[in-house]
């Protein structure tokens, strides 16, 4: 497949999902008006904007709903499918299933609403059933779209609650046609395009139980250094096209950071970044500051550090700012570039903070041996240079 096609695609899933949800702020006003021109021909003005105020704040908690209606429908299909729970997020709050047993943990993750992670069922990828699993989400979706408009013409003789059900159905249906529609939104596959390369794409396959195992094995208490080699082999070249094989090689480019490999891994992520068109923007953005932190620990030059650390590199670490890795690479900047030592102590601290309530804590024993390999570099350089 050739780059100009790769680009098409991606731009008519971004397109197809910008229509679609602006539709539902039309859909959103005009199912207002009514209430509203109620309250107007009672001369009450102020009435009328707290309508258009509730409207709005409708349609968030509409989106809220729905994020709920699809991580349900990936667990209970996924559930249906012999997969093992693994972890449930909504926005930043997060329930684990960990060796001690179910625990609630906080984890923000930029761009993601939230999350269902399953545990891959027993017997290996070649069987594995991935169809409901992925398309569980559009399904319970679509579901949820056809109840609400039931309620809602049910209520219809009442204009405001039957506005609010419809307007739950009409996001309930945008989420199933922008997820099950197989699309390509930016340089990630949706659900729908997933399970189709899973269903035709033994590497995708593969790809996918490996994402689930390593995230399976984290929750356990391990380390990417500790895990099975045979977890991180690199996607080969003709499969670097699909998403879900070039996620795997990040995870590759993780565990060589976490054992320390730092120029292996530092090559690594440079390849990645030369080809980043089917690399998730969130994976991008935490490469970037893996490879600042290898730049740090290595011939540290002022000039690939700015060009590393973009505008947009570091909106990208403030919006994930509570994340470890970021806070890691932070910290080595501060320690090893702009000699702030009060700074660093800062993040130190902000790191612990963050760490009390972490889902993955062999995550965070790598994060710490990572942040005292900076702070000893650092104090060696102080201690030269006195």
Same mark, same amino acid.
């Given at each position: 497949?050739?780059?100009?096609?790769?680009?098409?695609?991606?731009?008519?899933?971004?397109?197809?999902?910008?229509?679609?949800?602006?539709?539902?702020?039309?859909?959103?006003?005009?199912?207002?008006?009514?209430?509203?021109?109620? $309250?107007?021909?009672?001369?009450?003005?102020?009435?009328?904007?707290?309508?258009?105020?509730?409207?709005?704040?409708?349609?968030?908690?509409?989106?809220?709903?729905?994020?709920?209606?699809?991580?349900?429908?990936?667990?209970?299909?996924?559930?249906?499918?012999?997969?093992?729970?693994?972890?449930?997020?909504?926005?930043?709050?997060?329930?684990?299933?960990?060796?001690?047993?179910?625990?609630?943990?906080?984890?923000?993750?930029?761009?993601?609403?939230?999350?269902?992670?399953?545990?891959?069922?027993?017997?290996?990828?070649?069987?594995?059933?991935?169809?409901?699993?992925?398309?569980?989400?559009?399904?319970?979706?679509?579901?949820?779209?056809?109840?609400?408009?039931?309620?809602?013409?049910?209520?219809?003789?009442?204009?405001?609650?039957?506005?609010?059900?419809?307007?739950?159905?009409?996001?309930?249906?945008?989420?199933?046609?922008?997820?099950?529609?197989?699309?390509?939104?930016?340089?990630?596959?949706?659900?729908?395009?997933?399970?189709?390369?899973?269903?035709?794409?033994?590497?995708?396959?593969?790809?996918?139980?490996?994402?689930?195992?390593?995230?399976?094995?984290?929750?356990?208490?391990?380390?990417?250094?500790?895990?099975?080699?045979?977890?991180?082999?690199?996607?080969?070249?003709?499969?670097?096209?699909?998403?879900?094989?070039?996620?795997?090689?990040?995870?590759?480019?993780?565990?060589?950071?976490?054992?320390?490999?730092?120029?292996?891994?530092?090559?690594?992520?440079?390849?990645?970044?030369?080809?980043?068109?089917?690399?998730?923007?969130?994976?991008?953005?935490?490469?970037?500051?893996?490879?600042?932190?290898?730049?740090?620990?290595?011939?540290?030059?002022?000039?690939?550090?700015?060009?590393?650390?973009?505008?947009?590199?570091?909106?990208?670490?403030?919006?994930?700012?509570?994340?470890?890795?970021?806070?890691?690479?932070?910290?080595?900047?501060?320690?090893?570039?702009?000699?702030?030592?009060?700074?660093?102590?800062?993040?130190?601290?902000?790191?612990?903070?963050?760490?009390?309530?972490?889902?993955?804590?062999?995550?965070?024993?790598?994060?710490?041996?990572?942040? $005292?390999?900076?702070?000893?570099?650092?104090?060696?350089?102080?201690?030269?240079?006195?």
């Amino acid at each position: 497949m050739n780059p100009n096609g790769k680009r098409k695609k991606a731009g008519g899933g971004n397109f197809l999902g910008f229509i679609l949800f602006l539709l539902i702020g039309a859909c959103c006003g005009f199912l207002m008006i009514k209430p509203m021109e109620n $309250a107007l021909d009672m001369g009450n003005f102020p009435l009328a904007i707290l309508f258009f105020a509730a409207a709005l704040l409708w349609m968030y908690a509409a989106f809220f709903i729905q994020i709920v209606f699809h991580e349900a429908g990936h667990l209970i299909f996924g559930l249906l499918s012999g997969y093992a729970f693994s972890s449930f997020r909504i926005g930043s709050f997060m329930w684990l299933k960990s060796p001690s047993g179910l625990s609630f943990k906080r984890l923000s993750l930029a761009g993601t609403g939230g999350q269902c992670l399953m545990a891959p069922p027993e017997g290996g990828w070649e069987k594995m059933p991935c169809l409901l699993y992925n398309l569980g989400g559009s399904i319970t979706n679509l579901l949820s779209a056809g109840l609400f408009f039931s309620l809602y013409l049910f209520w219809r003789p009442s204009p405001l609650p039957a506005s609010m059900l419809l307007i739950i159905a009409f996001v309930g249906l945008a989420f199933a046609l922008i997820n099950g529609v197989p699309l390509r939104m930016g340089p990630v596959d949706n659900d729908g395009r997933n399970a189709l390369s899973l269903r035709r794409s033994p590497a995708a396959r593969r790809a996918f139980w490996v994402q689930l195992r390593i995230n399976q094995l984290s929750a356990r208490g391990l380390r990417l250094r500790d895990m099975p080699g045979e977890l991180f082999s690199l996607p080969a070249e003709r499969d670097m096209g699909n998403s879900l094989c070039a996620s795997t090689a990040v995870f590759t480019a993780n565990r060589l950071m976490d054992e320390m490999k730092l120029q292996d891994a530092e090559r690594l992520m440079v390849s990645l970044l030369s080809r980043p068109g089917n690399i998730p923007g969130l994976y991008l953005g935490l490469i970037k500051c893996d490879l600042m932190y290898c730049e740090l620990m290595g011939q540290n030059r002022p000039e690939a550090l700015e060009a590393l650390n973009t505008k947009e590199q570091r909106k990208f670490m403030a919006s994930m700012k509570s994340h470890p890795s970021v806070i890691r690479s932070r910290y080595a900047l501060a320690l090893l570039s702009q000699r702030d030592m009060a700074e660093a102590e800062k993040l130190g601290q902000q790191f612990e903070k963050t760490a009390r309530s972490y889902p993955y804590p062999a995550e965070l024993e790598g994060e710490r041996a990572l942040m $005292a390999a900076a702070r000893e570099q650092a104090e060696k350089a102080a201690a030269t240079a006195g």
